[in-house]
T-cell receptor, first 113, second 110 residues
Framework: KAGVTQTPRYLIKTRGQQVTLSCSPI?????VSWYQQTPGQGLQFLFE???????NKGNFPGRFSGRQFSNSRSEMNVSTLELGDSALYLC????????????FGPGTRLTVT | QQPVQSPQAVILREGEDAVINCSSS?????VHWYRQKHGEAPVFLMI?????EQKGHEKISASFNEKKQQSSLYLTASQLSYSGTYFC???????????FGAGTRLTVKP
């Protein structure tokens, strides 16, 4: 069974730009969660999608948004990038939601300069 | 609110045991344990559910005290491959946004 894939793996952007990250979950998994990981704040929950609907959202500003497609693939978008957005962005797929085992992708390392 | 993990770091020799703790101030539905090696994604270890159900790897053991909202992960006869950062994630009763602790860095030396 193929694992969770994320693209791109690395990104360098400039302050003020926007970025879109992609996540393909494990086949059959309908839930995708996104997390931001930084050395200072650890793993922080961004949002969770199930069947194209955002079910849960963490405490992040509106610049962070996402969506899920009918094939369960998900994208997250960050607009008007700030230096503090530099982080590893991880997506995790699960069969039905975070109450199940979550399988993490390798992450996208975003650097904002 | 983030769960609190302790200790922050622990160093072991191969064969030694360790316990990692996770506690929350809110009523928990479940506790999830993950291990992350440097430069890699977190890997699922175990879920402990309110009511006593557990799902996870056979070689990993953990407990969940529902009254105290605490969980402990027991690593026995540690191996070099156990090295990594261990995270607990918690789901509170009534919602589905997982909160992770700050992590416990475990180093196993030969």
């Amino acid at each position: 069974k193929a694992g969770v894939t994320q693209t791109p793996r690395y990104l360098i952007k400039t302050r003020g730009q926007q970025v879109t990250l992609s996540c393909s979950p494990i086949s059959g998994h309908r839930s995708v969660s996104w997390y931001q990981q930084t050395p200072g704040q650890g793993l922080q929950f961004l949002f969770e999608y199930f069947s194209e609907t955002q079910r849960n959202k963490g405490n992040f500003p509106g610049r962070f948004s996402g969506r899920q497609f009918s094939n369960s693939r998900s994208e997250m978008n960050v607009s008007t990038l700030e230096l503090g957005d530099s982080a590893l962005y991880l997506c995790a797929s699960a069969r039905a939601g975070p109450r199940d085992e979550q399988y993490f992708g390798p992450g996208t390392r975003l650097t904002v300069t | 609110q983030q769960p609190v993990q302790s200790p922050q770091a622990v160093i072991l020799r191969e064969g030694e045991d360790a316990v990692i703790n996770c506690s929350s101030s809110k009523a928990l539905y479940s506790v999830h344990w993950y291990r992350q090696k440097h430069g890699e994604a977190p890997v699922f270890l175990m879920i402990l559910l309110k009511g006593g159900e557990q799902k996870g790897h056979e070689k990993i053991s953990a407990s969940f005290n529902e009254k105290k909202q605490q969980s402990s992960l027991y690593l026995t006869a540690s191996q070099l491959s156990y090295s990594g950062t261990y995270f607990c994630g918690t789901l509170n009763v009534g919602n589905n946004d997982m909160r992770f602790g700050a992590g416990t860095r475990l180093t196993v030396k030969p």
